[in-house]
């Protein structure tokens, strides 16, 4: 490593990861510093222009024009679980290793999922909202009637349908022990570890969708899982039924989403991520029976932190030209254009 090497960062991220690069005696450019404020297309190609480690977030696309921007690129550092905003083929074919910050953020997004859940089942934010609007005057027996999610007083056991049963999806369903809950469980990648768990019994897609009481997503996006929940699929839902959604917004079709909460297909909806994120369908900010979230399943204080620090250890590996532990194209490595961009 240089005694000049910079790193790019497109926007400001927790102290943690910046202090490490500081530290490590790194010179650190930071795109943008408004936390409401993403960059623009033109201050993205500067800044990558002039530094040997990108380390980016979700919301920037990084393109083969951008990773060929710079010939002396050593790695992108993404903060991030998901790459779906980077060119990793390109990354690849130019030589560039592209790593990410998996499995830290668990046992955090499985805890925004219930949080979400119990939100939505219970009406929660509508009642915050009645209560801070000073309309509360006396208690009645038929005030914000929601749906239980442990057995209540009918004594059914509710059915938890995870879709994606990989580390979020099994961490979502070990906390529903304490709601006594059936958990049903589709991941077609992953049948044998559901045959073999000891809370989820495998369901075929449809069987899912149409037992349980709360269907909640955790799957990657892929082409094959863009807009997986659409109108087939939410009216196959039972009415008194509930759709989360902290995976990754394509994953569901919004408009049809929409339509399925004003018309009753459905009892209710959780989301933390959207289709065309930022920007919701129309409709669905009108939707009292949806509980939204501007995608912070990973934010807290312990978690976000560690993913910065770790987003800054995959950039030092990058700099020193050591393999970055969290690289999801490993096999740039070996490759002739990595050799010649790194030098060696």
């Known amino acids: ?25 790194v010179e650190l450019v930071i795109g943008q510093e408004d936390e409401e404020r993403g960059l623009d297309r033109q201050a993205l190609l500067d800044g990558v222009a002039r530094c040997d480690v990108l380390l980016p977030l979700l919301t920037e696309p990084i393109d083969r024009q951008v990773l060929a921007h710079n010939p002396r690129l050593l790695g ?24 990410n910050t998996p499995g830290v953020l668990t046992e955090t997004t499985a805890d925004l999922t219930w949080a979400l ?3 939505v089942a219970r009406r929660v934010v ?30 059914r056991r509710k059915v938890l349908g995870v ?16 709601f006594d809950m059936e958990v049903l469980a589709y991941d077609p990648y992953n049948r044998d570890g559901i045959a073999r768990d000891p809370i989820a019994a495998w369901a075929d897609f449809e069987e899912l969708l149409e037992r349980s009481d709360f269907v909640t997503l955790h799957v990657n996006l892929t082409p094959e899982t863009e807009h997986l ?3 087939p699929e939410l009216r196959r839902m039972k009415e008194s039924a509930f759709l989360i959604n902290a995976a990754r917004g394509p994953v569901v079709d919004e408009r049809a989403l929409v339509r399925a909460l004003q018309e009753g297909w459905i009892a209710g909806a959780g989301l933390d991520v959207y ?28 978690t976000r932190s560690r993913m910065a ?17 969290n690289a999801v194209n490993p096999e740039v490595y070996d490759s002739g254009a990595y050799r010649r961009r790194a030098g060696g």
């Open 1 to 25: 490593m240089s005694e000049t090497s910079t790193v790019f960062v497109t926007r400001k991220i927790p102290d943690a990861g910046l202090e490490l690069l500081r530290q490590a005696g």
């Open 76 to 99: 992108v550092a993404q903060m991030a679980v998901g790459y779906n905003n980077i060119d990793v083929a390109a990354a690849t074919e130019l030589g560039i290793p592209v790593a």
């Open 117 to 119: 859940l119990m939100a």
């Open 126 to 155: 509508e009642a915050h909202a009645y209560m801070v609007a000073g309309r509360y005057k006396l208690w009645g027996p038929n005030l914000f009637l929601g749906s239980d999610v442990g057995t209540g007083a009918s004594g």
């Open 163 to 178: 879709i994606g049963y990989g580390r979020i999806g099994q961490a979502v369903a070990r906390r529903s022990t304490g």
């Open 229 to 231: 929940i659409g109108e």
């Open 275 to 302: 289709e065309d994120e930022p920007r919701m369908a129309p409709g669905l900010a009108e939707c009292s029976n949806a509980v939204l979230l501007p995608h912070i399943a990973s934010a807290s204080h312990d």
């Open 309 to 325: 620090t770790m987003a800054a250890e995959n950039a030092l590996c990058h700099l020193r030209r050591q393999r970055a532990p």
